[in-house]
């Protein structure tokens, strides 16, 4: 594990069986965390319940009896969202509840499957069927709106991840897929990237991929930036990269330069892949979270290398951004809820001694105000 200087800080905030959740449960789909504020499980036996976990007072959670086949908990505030099959139909039932007010919010009958969905937004979810993408308002009596339908990368492949950039002009749908027939057990990564403005579709190859707002030097207006990160077989060989691209690059104004680097896995976890990104807005830093467990950190503006840590050993199913602290939250099939924060006392020294990077370790003092950076 870390040593005393590791520039990342890793703690157990909570494990659920410590709070009465059964380890049959601890999987992708019974548990969701779609921000710092709250973990949601659904549990079948020995009764069908939601059970809500507010990050604040994790030791309490709420039980409901609730049957669903999926329960979000809105990032901001306390609203419920829950999917259910309609018996003998393939049609599934949606509904916003207002946990506050004991008040269903809106529901609405979908024609079609819902294989996976999210809150995008504190105000939008987004649903996703075998063919097409829609968003859903929780305000006003708006029904789900199409936004665009899925490329062939993605059939047959399981849909693990849907999020926008903060302007909401940018899409990203991100699905995984058995293994190539001579390296089956490495799970291949697939991507459509969607632009709102300009209509269309672009196929990638990554297991994760998330967005960023940059400052570029010289323009006032924030840049859009994505980072995904791929591994993938070529020609026997296994390649696996960090990218970080912009979007939509504003006309006479300057842009940012695409960045890539590599990801460098060890021997025994050949056959590991990327399963989510979160990127730290509060210090610009892109957090690569693995199957196994491995941590890979890189500097958002240069795609310089950071760190590389194991930070679980199981299995690691899920993520969340943690805002506040600029880190993020991971569980793993133990049901351990591990919070990685930057280590700010060590970070910057981390960066200029081990690493040698003097200009990096300054603007990470600049960026997140930290200390360490006065004598260089």
């Known amino acids: 594990m870390a040593a005393a200087n590791a520039p990342i800080t890793m703690r157990e905030a909570l494990t659920l ?41 994790p030791m309490q959670p709420l039980r409901r009896p609730i049957t669903a086949d999926s329960a979000l908990m809105n990032p901001n505030s306390r609203i419920l969202a829950l999917k259910a099959q309609l018996q003998g139909t393939t049609q599934d039932h949606l509904q916003i509840f207002n946990i506050e007010m004991k008040a269903k919010m809106k529901s609405y009958q979908m024609p079609e499957q819902v294989v996976f969905w999210k809150w995008i937004s504190p105000k939008l979810l987004g649903l996703v069927t075998q063919t097409s993408v829609y968003h859903w308002s929780i305000e006003g009596d708006s ?8 490329t062939a990368n993605l059939a047959n492949n399981q849909i693990i991840n849907y999020r926008c950039d903060p302007t909401e002009k940018w899409l990203v749908l991100i699905g995984i897929a058995p293994g190539s027939p001579e390296r089956p057990q490495l799970v291949k990564g697939n ?8 209509q269309r579709s672009q196929a990638l190859e990554a297991h994760a991929a998330s967005f960023a707002q940059f400052k570029v030097p010289g323009n006032e207006n924030p840049s859009i930036l994505i980072s995904f990160a791929t591994k993938s077989l070529n020609a026997g060989q296994i390649i696996s990269k960090l990218h970080v691209i912009e979007l939509g690059a504003q006309p006479g104004k300057p842009s940012f330069t695409k960045k890539q680097a590599d990801l460098f896995f060890p021997p025994d976890f050949a056959d590991d892949f990327p399963v989510a990104m979160q990127i730290s807005h509060k210090y610009s830093l892109i957090y690569v979270i ?87």
């Open 17 to 57: 069986p410590s709070i009465g959740i059964n380890p049959q449960f601890i999987t992708f789909t019974h548990v969701t965390m779609e921000s710092d504020k709250y973990i949601c499980v659904r549990e079948t036996a020995p009764q069908n319940s939601v059970v809500i976990v507010d990050m604040n007072m």
């Open 191 to 198: 991507m459509q990237l969607f632009s709102v403005d300009q």
């Open 143 to 150: 029904e789900p709106v199409k936004m665009f339908e899925r």
């Open 290 to 376: 693995t199957k196994l467990g491995l941590l890979f950190v890189y500097d958002l503006e240069t795609a310089t290398a950071v760190y590389r840590n194991r930070i679980s050993p199981d299995p690691i199913f899920l993520t969340s951004e943690a805002t506040s602290v600029g880190g993020f939250y991971a569980i793993n099939r133990r049901g351990q809820v591990l919070l990685a924060t930057v280590n700010e006392q060590t970070i910057v020294n981390f960066v200029s001694g081990q690493l040698n990077n003097l200009e990096l370790a300054v603007n990470l003092a600049k960026r997140g105000n930290l200390p360490g950076a006065e004598q260089l």
